[in-house]
């Protein structure tokens, strides 16, 4: 199963939506004061405040690839939120680059001097 299929099977979850809910009504107070935040910080507050109320927690756990997700939601269903987000490329959207140049010392004839130990200890 892919991430993108993992995250969908979550927000299935009623417990999903209310934390979507709790991450955004905070991320609206502080986009409102100016303060760029991470919607990590929200989702660990939001677990941390039911903890306190002496609420069960596991409800609210959440995944920290799917962060990058419900960023991407939020942003999608505020737009005015999106300024205080960092939004990057996902890796399944990035470009892969493998740099082989390191293939052609390993593959060359020539061969790459060595020290001479013995040398080294009779000196």
Known sequence: MTLEQR???????????ELLIEIQRRARLAAERGVKFG???????????????????EQYKVNNSYVSRIARELAELNPSLKPFFEIRKLASEREVKVDTSWLK???????????NRRRQIAA
């Open 39 to 57: 919607v990590k910080f929200f989702a660990e507050l939001v677990r941390w405040e039911k903890m306190q109320l002496g609420q069960r927690t």
């Open 105 to 115: 010392l390993v593959n060359s004839p020539r061969r790459i001097p060595t020290v």
């Open 7 to 17: 995250y969908a099977a979550w927000r299935q979850a009623p417990e999903s939506e």
